[in-house]
């Protein structure tokens, strides 16, 4: 499969913070390569999707990190976070378990994202630049 990362990230979700949109980026690329692995198999690969969930850790620890860094209160976002990934391996359990179907677990996997971008990682952003701001601080 060819899909190049590349202006997978729409620009009303590009947050200014190289390092998160970055991995936004990167977390829509692996979006659309389960996508693909998803239709071509009818079913959900085990090790693309974990490869998918491990990322996604990994990007919570960088915005909780660059959080930490500016002593900004991340509690309720590091739950949401937290209840993330519990939401999704629960997903993930009951679709390869044969209890749900793959295309509902892409569909939610899709909302959510976008979701997560909107409504809790925006907030921090602006949060974040209004702190650097005042602080002279870069990001
Ligand atoms: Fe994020
Ligand atoms: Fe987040």
Same mark, same amino acid.
């Given at each position: ?13 590009? $947050? ?24 071509? &198999? ?41 209840? #993330? $990934? #519990? #939401? ?10 044969? &209890? ?8 939610? $996997? ?11 990682? &925006? ?11 005042? #602080?002279?601080?870069?990001?």
């Amino acid at each position: 499969m060819d899909i190049s990362s590349r202006g997978l990230l729409p620009e009303l979700l590009v $947050l200014d913070i190289p390092e998160v949109d970055a991995q936004h980026e990167a977390i829509f690329y692996r979006i659309e390569n389960l996508k693909f692995h998803c239709i071509e &198999q009818n079913d959900l690969p085990e090790a693309v999707v974990g490869d998918l969930l491990d990322y996604l850790s990994e990007h919570f620890a960088t915005e909780e990190r660059i959080a930490a860094a500016r002593q900004l209160d991340f509690t309720d976002h590091a739950r949401m976070h937290r209840e #993330t $990934l #519990t #939401t999704l391996r629960g997903w993930v359990r009951v679709v390869l378990s044969g &209890q749900r179907d793959v295309f509902s677990f892409l569909r939610y $996997l899709e909302i959510w994202f976008e979701r997560h971008i909107r409504e809790e990682d &925006q907030p921090f952003a602006a949060e974040l630049h209004a702190r650097e701001a005042r #602080t002279g601080a870069m990001s």
